[in-house]
């Protein structure tokens, strides 16, 4: 019923900056919450941030301070931008979308930050 498609991820020294977009298929206004996850090898998916329908931004602990989410309802599309980024930041980013009992998900995309 929708794709969602993440970009740009890459390759990033310690204290430097990502910022990652994901672009939906349709609009994102009916959605109940967007979001990104991430999960890094050996270990579950977890969520990094989200934002809800009526625009309250949550975090994990350890993104707090670093993370932003933003949406961008004309242009369908959600935004996470990444400063101070750790090498404990590396992991594979998922976009995540949540509708009225359905959940979708990006293809994830790979940041990896350099000591």
């Known amino acids: 019923q929708v794709q969602l498609v993440e970009s740009g991820g890459g390759l990033v020294q310690a204290g430097g900056s990502l910022s990652l977009s994901c672009a939906a298929s349709r609009s994102i206004f009916n959605f109940n919450a967007m979001g990104w996850y991430r999960q890094a090898p050996g270990k579950e998916r977890e969520p990094v941030a989200q934002?809800?329908?009526?625009?309250?931004?949550g975090y994990a602990d350890f993104v707090k301070g670093r993370f932003t989410i933003s949406r961008d309802n004309a242009k369908n599309t959600v935004t996470l931008q990444m400063n101070s980024l750790k090498p404990e930041d590396t992991a594979v980013y998922y976009c995540?979308?949540?509708?009225?009992?359905?959940?979708?998900w990006g293809q994830g995309i790979q940041v990896t930050v350099s000591s």
């Open positions: 934002l809800t329908g009526d625009g309250s931004a």
């Open positions: 995540n979308a949540v509708g009225w009992g359905s959940a979708y």
